[in-house]
Nanobody, 115 residues
Framework: QVQLVESGGGLVQAGGSLRLSCVAS????????MGWYRQAPGKQRELVAS???????NYADSVKGRFTISRNNAKDTVYLQMNSLKPEDTAVYSC?????????WGQGTQVTVSS
């Protein structure tokens, strides 16, 4: 079993920054993909960024140049540094881990960006 626990959400003004963290515990394999998704009210959940175990990254066009995903494999932790935040970034951000054909989700953390 795998558990994911996110932290770092909150309220920030437009133009500000936040850093999200997600710690994975349980049966973690080295070959996996970790990522961040978000869901705004009335919208579908969307991929924000993902990172493979070797460090390859993928970003949604809407966050390129503003968000940076990174991971510490020794700590089974993935981070999302969010800069130049916009009101449209407001959403519940959820951590995801995919390994061995299974996907796991954290409980989500609220990010609210005020204008």
């Amino acid at each position: 079993q795998v558990q994911l626990v996110e932290s770092g959400g909150g309220l920030v003004q437009a133009g500000g920054s936040l850093r999200l963290s997600c710690v994975a515990s349980g049966n973690i394999f080295r070959i996996n993909v970790m990522g961040w998704y978000r869901q705004a009210p009335g919208k579908q959940r969307e991929l924000v960024a993902s990172i493979m175990g070797g460090g390859s990254t993928n970003y949604a066009d809407s966050v390129k140049g503003r968000f940076t995903i990174s991971r510490n494999n020794a700590k089974d932790t993935v981070y999302l540094q969010m800069n130049s935040l916009k009101p449209e970034d407001t959403a519940v951000y959820s951590c995801n881990l995919q390994q061995k054909g299974y996907g796991y989700w954290g409980q989500g953390t609220q990010v609210t960006v005020s204008s």
